[in-house]
């Protein structure tokens, strides 16, 4: 069987549907330990489904895992998400981090017309 996951540069939040031009996210709402038993489900590579996220946005240390640059493990990320009980100080980064980033679920502004 051959797998979409043949590539070293696998996307697997987003992907294009040639045919048509429409941008979906098929994994939207979906947490990090289901995107990883569905890419393993559909038989991505074990260092893909294993890999540790980073956002290579360090300067001073390319490479840094996501947990370590926020300061919470994906397992409390997941399970704050799903509605399970997460230490106090997990809750309060997650939901700090979130408030933080309320500009980046903001449409852009338009230019104003006439």
């Given at each position: 069987?051959?797998?979409?996951?043949?590539?070293?540069?696998?996307?697997?939040a987003a992907f294009r549907l040639n045919a048509r031009h429409y941008a979906t996210t098929p994994l939207a709402g979906l947490v990090k330990s289901q995107v990883r038993e569905?890419?393993?489900?559909l038989?991505?590579?074990e260092?893909?489904?294993k890999k540790v996220p980073?956002?290579?946005?360090e300067e001073l240390s390319p490479g840094?895992?996501?947990e370590d640059a926020h300061g919470?493990?994906?397992?409390?990320i997941d399970a704050f998400l799903q509605g399970r009980d997460v230490p106090d100080e997990a809750a309060r980064i997650i939901?700090?981090?979130?408030?933080?980033?309320?500009?980046?679920?903001?449409?852009?502004k338009e230019p104003k017309k006439g």
């Open positions: 069987m051959t797998t979409p996951f043949a590539g070293d540069d696998v996307d697997l569905l890419a393993a489900a038989g991505a590579p260092q893909l489904v980073t956002a290579d946005l840094k895992p996501d919470v493990s994906y397992q409390h939901v700090d981090t979130y408030d933080k980033s309320a500009h980046k679920r903001q449409l852009p």
